[in-house]
Protein backbone atom coordinates (compact mmCIF):
# COMPACT_ATOMS: atom_id res chain seq x y z
CA UNK A 1 0.00 0.00 0.00
CA UNK A 2 3.05 2.43 0.61
CA UNK A 3 3.15 2.23 -3.48
CA UNK A 4 3.08 -1.27 -4.25
CA UNK A 5 0.69 -1.71 -6.98
CA UNK A 6 -0.23 1.76 -7.11
CA UNK A 7 -1.15 2.98 -10.68
CA UNK A 8 -2.30 1.40 -13.39
CA UNK A 9 0.75 0.58 -15.91
CA UNK A 10 3.22 0.38 -13.23
CA UNK A 11 1.27 -2.18 -11.71
CA UNK A 12 2.36 -4.55 -14.63
CA UNK A 13 5.73 -3.75 -14.36
CA UNK A 14 6.78 -5.23 -11.01
CA UNK A 15 10.64 -5.24 -12.00
CA UNK A 16 10.28 -1.38 -11.84
CA UNK A 17 7.33 -0.66 -9.42
CA UNK A 18 9.09 0.70 -6.14
CA UNK A 19 7.46 0.25 -2.79
CA UNK A 20 8.68 1.82 -0.05
CA UNK A 21 11.21 4.61 0.37
CA UNK A 22 12.86 4.88 3.82
CA UNK A 23 15.49 7.52 4.87
CA UNK A 24 16.98 8.24 8.12
CA UNK A 25 20.02 8.78 9.97
CA UNK A 26 21.50 5.33 10.91
CA UNK A 27 20.89 4.87 14.58
CA UNK A 28 24.38 2.25 14.67
CA UNK A 29 26.10 5.41 12.57
CA UNK A 30 24.89 8.24 13.73
CA UNK A 31 27.03 10.42 11.39
CA UNK A 32 25.66 8.69 8.43
CA UNK A 33 22.23 8.38 6.60
CA UNK A 34 20.57 5.15 5.17
CA UNK A 35 18.45 5.63 1.95
CA UNK A 36 16.54 2.50 1.15
CA UNK A 37 14.45 2.38 -1.93
CA UNK A 38 12.48 -1.47 -2.03
CA UNK A 39 11.22 -2.70 -5.53
CA UNK A 40 9.55 -5.93 -6.95
CA UNK A 41 6.34 -6.05 -4.64
CA UNK A 42 4.99 -8.83 -2.95
CA UNK A 43 6.90 -11.97 -3.72
CA UNK A 44 6.01 -15.08 -2.32
CA UNK A 45 9.24 -16.50 -1.29
CA UNK A 46 8.74 -19.76 -3.00
CA UNK A 47 8.19 -18.18 -6.59
CA UNK A 48 10.67 -20.69 -8.15
CA UNK A 49 12.10 -21.67 -10.55
CA UNK A 50 12.95 -18.19 -11.95
CA UNK A 51 13.34 -16.64 -8.89
CA UNK A 52 12.89 -12.61 -8.37
CA UNK A 53 15.20 -9.89 -9.43
CA UNK A 54 16.59 -6.84 -10.52
CA UNK A 55 15.95 -5.97 -14.30
CA UNK A 56 19.03 -5.07 -16.03
CA UNK A 57 16.74 -3.18 -18.31
CA UNK A 58 15.99 -0.55 -15.83
CA UNK A 59 17.90 2.38 -14.46
CA UNK A 60 17.38 2.56 -10.87
CA UNK A 61 17.87 5.73 -8.83
CA UNK A 62 17.76 7.17 -5.12
CA UNK A 63 17.84 10.78 -5.52
CA UNK A 64 18.81 14.11 -2.89
CA UNK A 65 17.98 17.26 -3.00
CA UNK A 66 19.84 19.27 -0.28
CA UNK A 67 18.86 22.86 -1.26
CA UNK A 68 15.16 22.57 -1.76
CA UNK A 69 14.43 23.39 -5.46
CA UNK A 70 12.23 19.64 -6.01
CA UNK A 71 15.13 18.44 -8.53
CA UNK A 72 18.49 16.20 -7.28
CA UNK A 73 21.44 17.59 -6.93
CA UNK A 74 22.99 13.87 -6.12
CA UNK A 75 21.35 10.60 -7.76
CA UNK A 76 22.44 7.24 -6.52
CA UNK A 77 21.90 5.15 -10.08
CA UNK A 78 21.79 1.43 -9.94
CA UNK A 79 22.32 -0.96 -12.99
CA UNK A 80 22.06 -4.60 -13.01
CA UNK A 81 23.60 -7.35 -15.13
CA UNK A 82 22.71 -11.15 -14.71
CA UNK A 83 25.37 -13.68 -15.08
CA UNK A 84 24.31 -17.35 -15.96
CA UNK A 85 26.10 -20.38 -15.41
CA UNK A 86 25.09 -22.79 -17.40
CA UNK A 87 21.92 -21.87 -19.39
CA UNK A 88 21.11 -25.07 -20.58
CA UNK A 89 19.71 -26.69 -16.89
CA UNK A 90 16.74 -24.91 -15.59
CA UNK A 91 17.49 -24.95 -12.19
CA UNK A 92 18.64 -21.84 -10.57
CA UNK A 93 20.85 -23.59 -8.45
CA UNK A 94 22.65 -27.36 -9.08
CA UNK A 95 23.57 -27.57 -5.37
CA UNK A 96 23.44 -25.66 -2.00
CA UNK A 97 24.58 -22.25 -2.06
CA UNK A 98 27.06 -21.73 0.62
CA UNK A 99 28.86 -18.71 -0.35
CA UNK A 100 27.72 -15.65 -2.56
CA UNK A 101 30.88 -16.84 -5.11
CA UNK A 102 29.27 -20.36 -5.24
CA UNK A 103 29.57 -22.32 -8.13
CA UNK A 104 26.27 -24.23 -7.53
CA UNK A 105 24.41 -20.84 -7.94
CA UNK A 106 23.39 -20.65 -11.71
CA UNK A 107 22.01 -17.08 -12.13
CA UNK A 108 23.99 -14.62 -10.39
CA UNK A 109 23.37 -10.67 -10.59
CA UNK A 110 25.77 -8.38 -9.93
CA UNK A 111 25.23 -4.25 -10.22
CA UNK A 112 27.57 -1.00 -10.74
CA UNK A 113 26.78 2.33 -8.50
CA UNK A 114 27.60 5.53 -9.72
CA UNK A 115 26.89 8.91 -7.71
CA UNK A 116 26.21 11.71 -10.47
CA UNK A 117 26.08 15.50 -9.33
CA UNK A 118 26.02 19.10 -11.05
CA UNK A 119 29.59 18.49 -11.26
CA UNK A 120 30.27 15.07 -13.14
CA UNK A 121 29.73 11.39 -12.15
CA UNK A 122 32.29 9.17 -10.57
CA UNK A 123 31.64 5.38 -10.39
CA UNK A 124 31.35 4.23 -6.65
CA UNK A 125 31.37 0.54 -7.49
CA UNK A 126 31.26 -1.89 -9.99
CA UNK A 127 30.22 -5.50 -10.69
CA UNK A 128 29.06 -5.86 -6.99
CA UNK A 129 27.55 -9.40 -5.87
CA UNK A 130 24.16 -9.52 -5.15
CA UNK A 131 23.20 -12.33 -2.62
CA UNK A 132 20.80 -15.57 -3.72
CA UNK A 133 16.60 -15.25 -3.21
CA UNK A 134 16.22 -17.13 -0.32
CA UNK A 135 15.07 -20.90 -1.39
CA UNK A 136 14.90 -23.17 1.28
CA UNK A 137 17.10 -25.79 3.74
CA UNK A 138 18.62 -27.20 0.47
CA UNK A 139 19.43 -24.62 -1.76
CA UNK A 140 20.14 -21.48 0.88
CA UNK A 141 21.35 -23.58 4.44
CA UNK A 142 20.46 -21.32 7.02
CA UNK A 143 23.69 -21.77 8.24
CA UNK A 144 24.89 -20.51 5.51
CA UNK A 145 22.66 -18.31 4.31
CA UNK A 146 22.96 -15.04 7.09
CA UNK A 147 26.84 -15.10 5.92
CA UNK A 148 26.18 -14.45 1.84
CA UNK A 149 23.51 -11.69 2.91
CA UNK A 150 26.08 -10.46 5.19
CA UNK A 151 28.88 -10.79 2.47
CA UNK A 152 26.16 -8.69 -0.11
CA UNK A 153 26.95 -5.61 2.38
CA UNK A 154 29.78 -3.94 0.41
CA UNK A 155 32.11 -1.11 1.79
CA UNK A 156 32.87 1.22 -1.39
CA UNK A 157 35.20 3.66 0.74
CA UNK A 158 34.76 6.93 1.87
CA UNK A 159 32.35 5.93 4.46
CA UNK A 160 29.90 4.42 2.01
CA UNK A 161 28.48 1.22 1.72
CA UNK A 162 25.32 -0.58 -0.40
CA UNK A 163 23.67 -3.53 -0.56
CA UNK A 164 21.17 -4.74 -3.13
CA UNK A 165 18.83 -7.72 -2.88
CA UNK A 166 16.19 -9.93 -1.47
CA UNK A 167 15.26 -8.86 1.98
CA UNK A 168 11.75 -9.69 4.02
CA UNK A 169 9.26 -6.90 4.02
CA UNK A 170 8.78 -4.59 6.76
CA UNK A 171 5.92 -2.68 5.34
CA UNK A 172 3.15 -3.60 6.97
CA UNK A 173 -0.48 -3.26 6.30
CA UNK A 174 -3.74 -4.53 6.38
CA UNK A 175 -4.32 -4.44 2.60
CA UNK A 176 -7.09 -7.24 2.51
CA UNK A 177 -9.33 -5.17 4.40
CA UNK A 178 -8.32 -1.37 3.25
CA UNK A 179 -8.85 -1.85 -0.30
CA UNK A 180 -11.84 -3.63 0.80
CA UNK A 181 -13.65 0.33 0.65
CA UNK A 182 -12.06 1.58 3.24
CA UNK A 183 -12.36 -0.97 5.79
CA UNK A 184 -9.95 -0.90 9.21
CA UNK A 185 -10.73 -3.99 10.69
CA UNK A 186 -10.42 -2.80 14.28
CA UNK A 187 -13.50 -0.53 13.44
CA UNK A 188 -15.11 -2.20 10.76
CA UNK A 189 -18.37 -2.76 13.64
CA UNK A 190 -18.60 1.23 12.78
CA UNK A 191 -18.52 1.08 8.91
CA UNK A 192 -21.16 2.04 6.72
CA UNK A 193 -21.05 -1.32 4.76
CA UNK A 194 -23.94 -0.08 1.96
CA UNK A 195 -26.58 -1.92 3.24
CA UNK A 196 -24.77 -5.06 3.66
CA UNK A 197 -24.89 -7.31 6.84
CA UNK A 198 -22.49 -5.57 9.63
CA UNK A 199 -18.98 -6.59 10.76
CA UNK A 200 -17.86 -6.99 13.88
CA UNK A 201 -14.64 -5.50 15.28
CA UNK A 202 -11.35 -7.85 14.50
CA UNK A 203 -7.60 -7.77 14.82
CA UNK A 204 -6.19 -6.30 11.90
CA UNK A 205 -4.01 -8.77 9.21
CA UNK A 206 -0.69 -7.58 8.32
CA UNK A 207 -0.98 -8.50 4.16
CA UNK A 208 2.80 -8.42 3.92
CA UNK A 209 3.69 -10.75 6.25
CA UNK A 210 6.32 -13.44 5.13
CA UNK A 211 6.51 -11.68 1.86
CA UNK A 212 9.82 -10.61 0.30
CA UNK A 213 10.72 -7.47 -1.53
CA UNK A 214 14.04 -6.38 -3.76
CA UNK A 215 15.98 -3.79 -1.56
CA UNK A 216 18.84 -1.26 -2.64
CA UNK A 217 20.26 0.64 0.28
CA UNK A 218 23.09 2.84 0.68
CA UNK A 219 24.67 4.26 3.62
CA UNK A 220 26.42 7.43 3.18
CA UNK A 221 28.04 10.21 5.54
CA UNK A 222 25.61 13.03 6.22
CA UNK A 223 28.55 15.31 4.85
CA UNK A 224 28.41 13.75 1.57
CA UNK A 225 24.15 14.71 0.81
CA UNK A 226 24.15 17.92 2.65
CA UNK A 227 25.02 21.32 2.50
CA UNK A 228 26.44 24.13 4.56
CA UNK A 229 23.79 25.26 6.58
CA UNK A 230 21.12 23.24 4.85
CA UNK A 231 20.29 20.02 7.25
CA UNK A 232 17.28 18.33 5.85
CA UNK A 233 17.61 16.49 2.75
CA UNK A 234 14.75 15.40 0.47
CA UNK A 235 14.71 11.77 -0.71
CA UNK A 236 12.97 9.80 -3.61
CA UNK A 237 13.43 6.78 -6.04
CA UNK A 238 12.93 6.33 -9.73
CA UNK A 239 12.88 3.48 -11.88
CA UNK A 240 13.38 4.40 -15.63
CA UNK A 241 13.10 2.72 -18.84
CA UNK A 242 14.62 2.82 -22.17
CA UNK A 243 11.24 4.38 -24.25
CA UNK A 244 11.57 1.84 -27.21
CA UNK A 245 11.07 -1.90 -26.43
CA UNK A 246 10.52 -4.52 -29.20
CA UNK A 247 10.10 -8.45 -28.10
CA UNK A 248 12.34 -10.02 -30.61
CA UNK A 249 11.07 -13.48 -31.13
CA UNK A 250 13.77 -14.47 -32.79
CA UNK A 251 16.26 -13.70 -29.36
CA UNK A 252 13.39 -15.06 -26.72
CA UNK A 253 13.96 -11.60 -25.12
CA UNK A 254 12.99 -7.92 -25.17
CA UNK A 255 15.25 -5.26 -27.12
CA UNK A 256 15.57 -1.87 -25.40
CA UNK A 257 16.76 1.29 -27.26
CA UNK A 258 16.13 5.48 -26.61
CA UNK A 259 16.62 7.22 -23.66
CA UNK A 260 15.45 6.50 -20.28
CA UNK A 261 11.82 7.73 -19.61
CA UNK A 262 10.85 7.58 -15.69
CA UNK A 263 8.27 4.87 -15.45
CA UNK A 264 8.19 5.04 -11.24
CA UNK A 265 9.01 7.51 -8.43
CA UNK A 266 8.23 7.86 -4.92
CA UNK A 267 8.53 9.75 -2.10
CA UNK A 268 6.89 9.86 0.91
CA UNK A 269 4.47 6.80 1.62
CA UNK A 270 0.94 6.42 0.05
CA UNK A 271 0.72 10.08 -1.53
CA UNK A 272 0.04 8.29 -5.47
CA UNK A 273 -1.36 5.14 -3.94
CA UNK A 274 -4.20 7.36 -1.83
CA UNK A 275 -4.17 11.30 -2.68
CA UNK A 276 -3.49 11.11 -6.87
CA UNK A 277 -6.20 10.12 -8.82
CA UNK A 278 -6.40 7.32 -10.65
CA UNK A 279 -6.23 8.98 -14.14
CA UNK A 280 -3.00 10.23 -13.11
CA UNK A 281 -1.12 8.36 -11.00
CA UNK A 282 1.01 7.26 -14.35
CA UNK A 283 1.68 10.61 -15.37
CA UNK A 284 2.44 11.38 -11.65
CA UNK A 285 5.10 8.51 -11.84
CA UNK A 286 6.77 9.77 -14.60
CA UNK A 287 7.37 13.25 -13.68
CA UNK A 288 10.08 14.78 -11.15
CA UNK A 289 8.81 16.43 -7.59
CA UNK A 290 9.94 19.71 -8.42
CA UNK A 291 6.80 19.38 -11.03
CA UNK A 292 4.38 18.64 -7.90
CA UNK A 293 2.42 21.43 -7.72
CA UNK A 294 0.41 20.58 -10.37
CA UNK A 295 -1.01 18.10 -7.93
CA UNK A 296 -1.25 20.16 -4.72
CA UNK A 297 -4.50 20.39 -4.97
CA UNK A 298 -5.09 16.47 -4.45
CA UNK A 299 -3.07 17.01 -1.11
CA UNK A 300 -4.59 20.06 0.17
CA UNK A 301 -8.51 18.73 -0.35
CA UNK A 302 -7.45 15.25 -0.21
CA UNK A 303 -10.47 12.85 -1.17
CA UNK A 304 -10.11 10.50 1.60
CA UNK A 305 -11.08 13.12 3.99
CA UNK A 306 -14.04 13.47 2.55
CA UNK A 307 -14.57 9.88 2.48
CA UNK A 308 -13.68 8.91 6.13
CA UNK A 309 -16.61 10.47 7.27
CA UNK A 310 -18.99 8.81 5.00
CA UNK A 311 -17.42 5.43 5.54
CA UNK A 312 -17.94 5.88 9.64
CA UNK A 313 -21.03 7.48 9.98
CA UNK A 314 -21.15 9.94 12.97
CA UNK A 315 -17.19 9.14 13.95
CA UNK A 316 -16.07 11.97 12.26
CA UNK A 317 -18.13 14.86 12.51
CA UNK A 318 -15.43 17.74 13.23
CA UNK A 319 -13.98 16.46 9.96
CA UNK A 320 -16.82 16.15 7.87
CA UNK A 321 -17.32 19.84 8.45
CA UNK A 322 -13.81 20.63 7.92
CA UNK A 323 -14.33 19.04 4.52
CA UNK A 324 -17.52 20.69 4.02
CA UNK A 325 -15.98 24.04 4.98
CA UNK A 326 -13.33 23.61 1.81
CA UNK A 327 -10.82 24.81 4.18
CA UNK A 328 -7.31 24.13 2.40
CA UNK A 329 -5.22 21.58 4.26
CA UNK A 330 -2.12 23.21 4.83
CA UNK A 331 -1.07 21.07 7.45
CA UNK A 332 -0.83 18.27 4.90
CA UNK A 333 0.78 20.39 2.47
CA UNK A 334 3.28 20.79 5.17
CA UNK A 335 3.60 17.39 5.95
CA UNK A 336 3.98 15.98 2.42
CA UNK A 337 5.33 18.67 -0.03
CA UNK A 338 7.32 21.48 1.87
CA UNK A 339 8.02 20.15 4.90
CA UNK A 340 7.27 21.95 8.77
CA UNK A 341 8.15 25.19 9.31
CA UNK A 342 9.99 26.19 12.30
CA UNK A 343 7.16 27.39 15.27
CA UNK A 344 4.14 25.03 14.49
CA UNK A 345 6.02 21.88 16.68
CA UNK A 346 8.25 22.75 19.47
CA UNK A 347 12.09 22.38 18.24
CA UNK A 348 11.26 21.14 14.97
CA UNK A 349 11.08 21.78 11.60
CA UNK A 350 12.28 19.87 8.51
CA UNK A 351 10.96 22.85 5.91
CA UNK A 352 13.02 22.62 3.01
CA UNK A 353 11.34 26.14 0.74
CA UNK A 354 8.50 26.85 -0.64
CA UNK A 355 8.63 24.50 -3.70
CA UNK A 356 5.89 21.88 -3.61
CA UNK A 357 7.67 18.53 -3.94
CA UNK A 358 6.63 15.10 -2.78
CA UNK A 359 10.23 13.98 -1.16
CA UNK A 360 11.00 12.31 1.96
CA UNK A 361 12.29 15.30 4.50
CA UNK A 362 14.48 14.34 6.43
CA UNK A 363 16.51 16.85 9.49
CA UNK A 364 19.88 15.09 9.51
CA UNK A 365 20.60 17.33 12.51
CA UNK A 366 18.35 15.50 14.46
CA UNK A 367 19.92 12.31 15.78
CA UNK A 368 18.46 8.88 16.39
CA UNK A 369 16.12 8.24 18.86
CA UNK A 370 16.91 6.17 22.17
CA UNK A 371 13.37 5.17 22.31
CA UNK A 372 11.81 5.38 19.22
CA UNK A 373 7.97 5.80 18.77
CA UNK A 374 6.11 4.03 15.74
CA UNK A 375 3.88 6.83 15.42
CA UNK A 376 7.17 9.30 14.62
CA UNK A 377 6.61 13.02 15.10
CA UNK A 378 3.00 12.04 16.37
CA UNK A 379 4.48 10.11 18.48
CA UNK A 380 6.61 13.13 20.34
CA UNK A 381 9.68 11.39 18.38
CA UNK A 382 11.08 13.98 15.74
CA UNK A 383 13.30 11.77 14.07
CA UNK A 384 10.60 9.58 12.93
CA UNK A 385 8.11 9.76 10.02
CA UNK A 386 7.25 12.37 8.43
CA UNK A 387 10.65 13.61 9.63
CA UNK A 388 12.35 11.14 7.47
CA UNK A 389 11.12 6.99 7.65
CA UNK A 390 12.37 4.68 9.56
CA UNK A 391 12.10 0.82 9.01
CA UNK A 392 9.40 0.31 12.01
CA UNK A 393 7.19 3.75 11.68
CA UNK A 394 3.51 2.94 11.22
CA UNK A 395 3.37 5.42 8.17
CA UNK A 396 -0.54 3.84 7.70
CA UNK A 397 -1.49 5.52 10.89
CA UNK A 398 0.44 8.30 10.82
CA UNK A 399 -0.65 9.27 7.46
CA UNK A 400 -4.72 7.98 8.53
CA UNK A 401 -4.58 9.48 11.29
CA UNK A 402 -3.15 13.25 9.66
CA UNK A 403 -5.95 12.97 6.87
CA UNK A 404 -8.69 12.08 9.22
CA UNK A 405 -7.40 15.83 11.11
CA UNK A 406 -5.19 15.36 13.89
CA UNK A 407 -2.18 17.38 12.77
CA UNK A 408 -4.90 20.19 11.50
CA UNK A 409 -4.44 22.23 14.59
CA UNK A 410 -0.93 22.99 13.85
CA UNK A 411 -2.26 25.58 11.53
CA UNK A 412 -5.67 26.27 13.16
CA UNK A 413 -5.44 26.35 16.98
CA UNK A 414 -9.43 26.27 17.09
CA UNK A 415 -10.01 23.09 15.22
CA UNK A 416 -10.44 20.26 17.53
CA UNK A 417 -9.72 16.63 15.90
CA UNK A 418 -12.35 13.73 16.72
CA UNK A 419 -11.63 11.52 18.93
CA UNK A 420 -11.80 8.58 16.35
CA UNK A 421 -9.01 10.50 14.53
CA UNK A 422 -5.96 9.98 17.03
CA UNK A 423 -6.83 6.28 17.61
CA UNK A 424 -7.37 5.39 13.66
CA UNK A 425 -5.05 2.26 13.00
CA UNK A 426 -5.25 -0.91 10.60
CA UNK A 427 -4.66 -2.88 13.84
CA UNK A 428 -0.99 -3.58 13.55
CA UNK A 429 2.34 -2.70 14.87
CA UNK A 430 5.88 -3.68 14.29
CA UNK A 431 5.09 -7.03 15.60
CA UNK A 432 3.05 -7.84 12.78
CA UNK A 433 6.50 -8.60 10.85
CA UNK A 434 7.32 -12.13 11.28
CA UNK A 435 11.07 -11.02 10.12
CA UNK A 436 12.75 -9.35 12.50
CA UNK A 437 14.37 -6.11 11.37
CA UNK A 438 18.49 -5.80 11.78
CA UNK A 439 20.05 -3.45 14.07
CA UNK A 440 22.84 -2.50 11.60
CA UNK A 441 23.12 -2.13 7.81
CA UNK A 442 20.87 -2.88 5.81
CA UNK A 443 18.40 -2.94 8.50
CA UNK A 444 15.60 -4.91 6.38
CA UNK A 445 15.32 -8.37 8.02
CA UNK A 446 16.33 -11.76 6.17
CA UNK A 447 14.20 -12.33 3.23
CA UNK A 448 11.69 -15.26 3.96
CA UNK A 449 12.51 -18.87 2.43
CA UNK A 450 10.14 -20.49 -0.09
CA UNK A 451 10.14 -23.64 1.77
CA UNK A 452 9.30 -22.31 4.91
CA UNK A 453 6.70 -19.63 3.22
CA UNK A 454 5.18 -21.84 0.64
CA UNK A 455 2.03 -20.05 0.31
CA UNK B 1 -6.19 18.29 -15.53
CA UNK B 2 -2.02 18.79 -15.89
CA UNK B 3 -0.73 18.72 -19.31
CA UNK B 4 2.22 16.35 -19.62
CA UNK B 5 4.89 16.91 -22.48
CA UNK B 6 7.15 13.66 -22.16
CA UNK B 7 9.83 14.81 -24.41
CA UNK B 8 10.35 17.62 -21.61
CA UNK B 9 12.44 17.21 -18.61
CA UNK B 10 13.78 19.37 -16.42
CA UNK B 11 16.83 21.53 -17.03
CA UNK B 12 18.86 20.62 -13.93
CA UNK B 13 17.75 16.94 -15.08
CA UNK B 14 19.26 17.51 -18.33
CA UNK B 15 22.30 18.67 -17.54
CA UNK B 16 23.11 16.20 -14.71
CA UNK B 17 22.17 13.12 -17.50
CA UNK B 18 23.91 14.99 -20.09
CA UNK B 19 27.26 14.25 -18.00
CA UNK B 20 26.62 10.39 -18.13
CA UNK B 21 24.66 10.15 -21.04
CA UNK B 22 25.60 13.20 -23.89
CA UNK B 23 28.59 11.96 -25.62
CA UNK B 24 27.64 8.51 -25.84
CA UNK B 25 23.67 9.31 -26.93
CA UNK B 26 24.95 12.32 -29.41
CA UNK B 27 27.28 9.90 -30.88
CA UNK B 28 24.34 7.04 -30.76
CA UNK B 29 22.03 9.47 -32.57
CA UNK B 30 24.17 10.42 -35.27
CA UNK B 31 25.16 6.64 -36.29
CA UNK B 32 21.65 5.57 -35.69
CA UNK B 33 19.99 8.03 -38.51
CA UNK B 34 23.40 7.30 -40.21
CA UNK B 35 22.70 3.70 -40.49
CA UNK B 36 19.00 4.52 -41.04
CA UNK B 37 19.53 6.41 -44.49
CA UNK B 38 22.29 4.28 -45.87
CA UNK B 39 20.28 1.16 -45.50
CA UNK B 40 16.70 2.40 -45.85
CA UNK B 41 16.82 5.92 -47.84
CA UNK B 42 20.05 7.30 -49.10
CA UNK B 43 18.37 10.09 -50.12
CA UNK B 44 16.66 11.22 -46.59
CA UNK B 45 15.36 14.88 -46.26
CA UNK B 46 17.51 16.47 -43.94
CA UNK B 47 16.73 15.68 -39.97
CA UNK B 48 15.36 18.16 -37.68
CA UNK B 49 16.83 18.85 -33.91
CA UNK B 50 19.97 19.23 -32.45
CA UNK B 51 20.77 15.81 -32.30
CA UNK B 52 20.89 15.48 -36.45
CA UNK B 53 24.06 14.08 -37.56
CA UNK B 54 26.50 16.44 -40.00
CA UNK B 55 27.10 13.78 -42.74
CA UNK B 56 24.94 11.43 -44.41
CA UNK B 57 27.04 9.14 -46.15
CA UNK B 58 28.02 6.86 -43.16
CA UNK B 59 28.86 3.03 -42.89
CA UNK B 60 26.07 1.03 -41.51
CA UNK B 61 28.48 -1.34 -39.83
CA UNK B 62 29.34 1.45 -37.40
CA UNK B 63 25.74 1.39 -36.45
CA UNK B 64 25.54 0.76 -32.44
CA UNK B 65 25.20 -2.46 -31.40
CA UNK B 66 21.94 -2.78 -29.85
CA UNK B 67 18.86 -2.62 -31.82
CA UNK B 68 17.42 0.82 -33.66
CA UNK B 69 13.72 1.46 -33.42
CA UNK B 70 12.12 3.50 -35.51
CA UNK B 71 8.14 5.10 -34.94
CA UNK B 72 6.89 6.69 -37.91
CA UNK B 73 4.37 8.73 -35.77
CA UNK B 74 2.72 10.60 -38.72
CA UNK B 75 3.35 8.42 -42.06
CA UNK B 76 1.45 11.58 -43.75
CA UNK B 77 3.56 14.45 -41.94
CA UNK B 78 6.32 12.19 -42.12
CA UNK B 79 7.06 12.55 -38.60
CA UNK B 80 9.78 10.12 -37.29
CA UNK B 81 11.19 8.93 -34.30
CA UNK B 82 14.17 6.98 -34.58
CA UNK B 83 16.15 5.26 -31.34
CA UNK B 84 18.87 3.96 -30.76
CA UNK B 85 21.20 3.15 -27.75
CA UNK B 86 20.48 5.61 -25.50
CA UNK B 87 19.61 8.73 -28.02
CA UNK B 88 16.52 9.75 -29.93
CA UNK B 89 16.41 11.66 -33.10
CA UNK B 90 13.48 13.05 -34.44
CA UNK B 91 13.01 13.41 -38.25
CA UNK B 92 10.42 14.89 -40.96
CA UNK B 93 10.42 12.71 -43.76
CA UNK B 94 8.12 12.12 -45.85
CA UNK B 95 9.84 10.22 -48.39
CA UNK B 96 11.38 7.63 -45.81
CA UNK B 97 7.75 7.14 -43.84
CA UNK B 98 6.47 6.91 -47.19
CA UNK B 99 8.34 3.67 -47.79
CA UNK B 100 8.04 2.56 -44.37
CA UNK B 101 4.38 2.72 -44.74
CA UNK B 102 4.19 0.79 -47.91
CA UNK B 103 6.89 -1.51 -46.50
CA UNK B 104 4.46 -2.25 -43.89
CA UNK B 105 1.64 -3.02 -46.50
CA UNK B 106 3.43 -4.94 -47.86
CA UNK B 107 4.96 -7.30 -45.07
CA UNK B 108 1.16 -6.88 -43.72
CA UNK B 109 -0.58 -8.17 -47.29
CA UNK B 110 2.03 -11.17 -47.52
Known amino acids: M??????????KDPVADSTDVYAFVSPDR?????????????????GGPNFYEFGDDVLYEIHVDNNGDGQAEISYQFRFSTQVGDPDTFLYNTGPIE???????????????????????????????????????LSTPGSFYPGIAAAAAHSLGGGISVFAGQRAEAFYVDLGSIFDLGDLRPFENLHATF?????SAAAGVNATNHLNVHSIAIQVPISAVTISGHPTIGVWTTASRQKARVYDSDAGEYANAGPFVQVSRLGNPLVNEVLIPLGQKDLWNSLPPADDKRFAGYVTAPGLAGLL???YPGVFPNLAALVKSGKARSDLEAILL??????????FTNLTGTVLADMLRLNTSIPPASKPSIYGLLGGDPAGFPNGRRVADDVVAIELRA?????????????????????VTDGLTPASVAASPLGQFPYLGLPYSGYDNPS | MPSHDPQREPAGRISRRSVLQGAAAAGAAGLAVTALGAAVSPAAAAATGPSAPSARSGDATSAPAGPIVVHVRNARTGDIEVYAGTAQTRLRDKDLAARIARASRFESGR
Open chain 1, 195 to 199: GLPGL
Open chain 1, 338 to 347: TGIPAGLIKG
Open chain 1, 30 to 46: PDTVTLIANYVPLQLPS
Open chain 1, 309 to 311: PVL
Open chain 1, 403 to 423: IAGVTYPLIDSSYKPDAAAGE
Open chain 1, 99 to 137: SIGSANWNRKQFYDVTVVTGSGSSVLGSGLACPPCNIGP
Open chain 1, 2 to 11: SSHREAPEIA
